[in-house]
């Protein structure tokens, strides 16, 4: 029997995120949080990670990603979990060094077997990290969930926030966007397994270079778009930094078929929750763009603030890397419209 996992749960990949909004009510006057002088980076600038200074000249970098389905393959799902958890540490310039699984299965809907094919999913992925999975917590949930919790680490110097941006500054985006439209075109069985290889294959491919980016002083800062869209994660980014930004749609790179599938009103439900959020700090956007640039993520790409002086060195660095990043656009100082698009 096939066993289709994007039918089990309501939403797709970092698409089942709660929206911004949602996000911050939770958080708002939720009591206070016990002060270590130790704490680098909490959820005070919404960045990717936690990071605990250990005294040493290095930091703790720590995480956790969990998520509903975006494919129907297990053994790929578990891989695009694992690689979309592991993401968070690159981001902060750290290397990821040991991980936790997480897992929600209805066990009388669901074989063992595709649990099996999850876990050795995921397996693949931290032994290409050389990250250990070191055990995991497995509960009956009603819709099936997957993730990792990660630990890594990163010199202190290396350490990359998603709020240290400075004016001026370029922005490179490192991956193509359009995944949560082609997931929900896959859930909605507008198109076939087959035809979302292009995005399986990428949401499957490690953030590394986000440990190399780190090292550069001219790498400003750095962020991974994934639930909140490209539009959401620059806009806490400029936010964090006290900025504003402005990107050229025509350089922002799309997916195959995105293009095509956001003509037809294709789009995850997320998109519009996300808007909702964004709108009073965006000018520019049109039916396309709005589709495109507020949607939801899974394991995207690193957006990186990078001094424009420093332009070329990046570039060699990316290529060094094996990666050709699209500059998107560039940090402007802050206005009453915080992101504009043109």
């Known amino acids: 029997m096939e066993i289709k996992l994007t039918h089990f749960s309501h939403g797709s990949g970092c698409g089942c995120k709660v929206a911004p909004a949602v996000l911050e009510e939770i958080l708002k006057d939720s009591g206070e949080t016990f002060f270590s002088k130790n704490l680098l980076v909490g959820n005070e600038t919404k960045d990717d990670a936690a990071v605990y200074d250990m005294g040493n000249g290095t930091a703790l970098i720590s995480t956790v990603d969990f998520f509903t389905p975006i494919v129907n393959n297990p053994f790929d799902y578990g891989r695009i979990a694992a690689a979309n958890a592991l993401s968070d540490v690159y981001a902060m310039g750290g290397k990821p060094f040991m991980a936790i699984a997480i897992l929600g299965l209805p066990v009388e809907k669901i074989p063992t077997e595709v649990a099996r094919q999850i876990i050795a999913g995921a397996r693949a992925i931290c032994n290409q990290a050389q990250v250990v999975l070191a055990g995991g917590h497995t509960i009956d949930a009603p819709e099936p969930f997957f993730g990792l919790s990660v630990n890594g680490n990163v010199e202190i110097r290396n350490l990359r926030k998603n709020s240290t941006a400075r004016e001026g500054d370029l922005l490179y ?5 359009g995944t949560g439209i082609l997931s929900t075109a896959l859930k909605r069985d507008l198109i076939k397994e087959d035809d979302i290889r292009e995005a399986v294959e990428q949401m499957s491919t490690l953030n590394k270079f986000g440990e190399e980016a780190g090292k550069p002083d001219f790498v400003h800062a750095m962020t991974d778009v994934t639930g909140f869209g490209l539009l959401g994660h620059l806009i806490e980014m400029c936010e964090g930094a ?45 039916g396309e763009s709005l589709l495109t640039l507020c949607d939801p993520q899974t394991n995207g790409g690193l957006l990186i603030a990078v001094a424009e002086q420093d332009k070329n060195a990046f570039r060699a660095l990316a290529t060094n890397n094996g990666l050709t990043p699209q500059c998107i656009g560039r940090m402007m100082g802050r206005k009453a419209i915080i992101v504009e698009i043109s």
Do not use: C, Q
């Open 173 to 177: 985006l490192t991956k193509a966007i």
């Open 242 to 286: 006290g900025l504003s930004a402005e990107i050229e749609y025509a350089k922002v790179p799309l997916m195959t078929s995105v293009k095509e599938l956001a003509g037809k009103f294709i789009y995850a439900d997320n998109t519009m929750r996300n808007w909702k959020s964004y709108e009073p700090k965006v000018r520019g956007i049109s």
